[in-house]
């Protein structure tokens, strides 16, 4: 027996699973699976406490799919990585989500894995979160009473702690936005990111505007490079002026806690990514 | 009760609800073509296709694949007849011990009944979460874009005898 006596839970709508959510112990939801099941294979192995009840939202209708509407590109929180990297509205729009999302897992994980998951699992080393952050998303939440919008820099700055039952993320359209991703690996075969770096700007005039540079710590949650941004905000989009910037960068910024070899990966990562934007 | 359809038939099973999918299909059903290895979603034994897609069965709460269609190795076949992938992986002698072979042909069957011709590149990736340890690849890729070819009824390099 792979995990602990539990109790599974399918609702329909998403008030019900907000309902069940909050009257039951030591619940968890089910998303794709991905993480979950196997956290509670680990916590089975180690004796620790697991989970009595866990909530489906597979039978929860409207949780999936991706539409743009006013501006704004919505995607449904049980949306999978696969149906991401399948779209053409993605691909047109949001093109760095569409490269992210081929980076994610393998084949088999990105048929079941969700954005919902990616962004509420809490482990800091996943890639959605810096992406989000960059592109300046909403997280919107489902509770039992009401429904909560969070920025997901706000979210990301709590520690990725959910307020309720994410239900879908909405992400605004920047005409002449331009953004890349550029993640450094442990090794060639380790699929979990050393760090990664996210960055999305306007171009206008030659210069940087509302320029976002995110960092993906790997071992914490990502952070805005706000010291760095203001740097380049205004300033012509010139290899000159990014290396200016970098040099500029208190390496602690970065990351507080660790070696110089993380810290010349960020910068490394970093220069690529604004780099690929000019 | 819970009812899952696999491979075209239809069961009601009294699952208390933290079994897997691969501890039902293998303990539970006798169905023990999908492989127990990694058990942790890294190896790619335990690949079966839902709703047309490959899947980890070792990280699937049975209970969640209610209503879906499941597809596992053994429902490839139809009697004595095998699907052209599995037929491919003998020809092209893509198998040796064997132990990776069912969760590779469902991934390469999953790629190939959405995209009969794929690229080289769509080989695999649509394989690169299936571990060998014996074969090196080389084999099963070239088996799977075999199999694209017989399924598409034209293989290559063959004339018609007329």
């Known amino acids: 027996m792979l995990l602990n006596p539990l109790t599974h839970h399918s609702p329909v709508t998403l008030p019900e699973a907000c309902r069940i959510k909050v009257s039951l112990e030591r619940s968890e939801i089910l998303a794709g699976g991905t993480f979950l099941i196997n956290r509670l294979k680990l916590l089975k192995k180690k004796g620790l406490q697991t989970p009595l009840n866990i ?11 991706i539409y743009a509407k006013e501006g704004v590109v919505i995607i449904k929180a049980l949306t999978t990585i696969r149906q991401i990297l399948d779209s053409k509205l993605i691909a047109l729009h949001l093109p760095v989500l569409k490269d992210i999302s081929s980076k994610i897992g393998t084949s088999q994980i990105r048929n079941m894995a969700t954005v919902g998951g990616n962004l509420t699992c809490r482990y800091p080393w ?18 039992e009473r009401q429904e909560q919008l969070v920025s997901a820099e706000d979210f990301f700055k709590n520690e990725a702690r959910s307020p309720g039952i994410l239900e879908s993320v909405s992400i605004p359209l920047v005409s002449n936005q331009r953004a890349s991703y550029v993640r450094c690996k442990k090794t060639l075969h380790l699929d979990i990111p050393l760090l990664a770096a996210c960055v999305t700007a306007e171009i206008k005039a030659g210069r940087f505007q509302n320029t976002r540079v995110t960092i993906n710590r790997g071992t914490a949650f990502p952070v805005c490079l706000e010291e760095m941004e203001s740097l380049l905000n ?5 290899h000159r002026v990014i290396e200016h910037a970098l040099a500029q960068m208190n390496p602690k910024t970065f990351d507080a806690s660790t070696d110089d070899y993380k810290i010349h990966m960020y910068k490394v990562s970093v220069r690529q990514a604004l780099t690929d934007i000019i | 009760m ?16 933290h079994e897997t999918l691969l501890e039902v299909l293998r303990d539970h059903l006798g169905l023990t073509g999908t492989k127990t290895a990694c058990e942790e979603a890294e190896c790619g034994a335990c690949t079966v296709m839902i709703n047309g897609q490959a899947v980890l069965s070792c990280i699937v709460l049975a209970c969640d694949a209610e209503g879906d269609q499941i597809l596992t190795i053994e429902g490839l076949s139809s009697g004595e007849k095998l699907d052209p992938v599995q037929e491919a992986f003998l020809e092209k002698g893509a198998v040796q011990c064997g132990f990776c072979t069912p969760g590779m042909i469902m991934s390469a069957k999953a790629l190939l009944d959405n995209n009969p011709a794929p690229t080289d590149e769509e080989i695999k990736n649509a394989i690169d979460g299936n571990i060998c340890r014996c074969a090196g690849y080389l084999k099963i890729q070239e088996a ?10 034209k293989p290559q390099g063959h004339k018609d005898i007329l």
């Not at chain 2, 799977?144 to 009824?153: C, F, H, K, V």
């Open chain 1, 234 to 238: 205004g300033q012509p989009a010139q």
């Open chain 1, 126 to 143: 996943t890639e959605m979160p810096a992406v989000m952050i960059a592109l300046g998303a909403k997280l919107h939440f489902s509770t």
């Open chain 1, 55 to 65: 909530i489906s939202l597979k039978k929860v209708a409207g949780l999936s799919g």
């Open chain 2, 2 to 17: 819970t009812r899952l359809t696999i491979n075209n038939q239809n069961y009601e099973l009294p699952l208390k609800g």
């Open chain 2, 144 to 153: 799977i874009r075999y199999a694209g070819e017989l399924m598409q009824e």
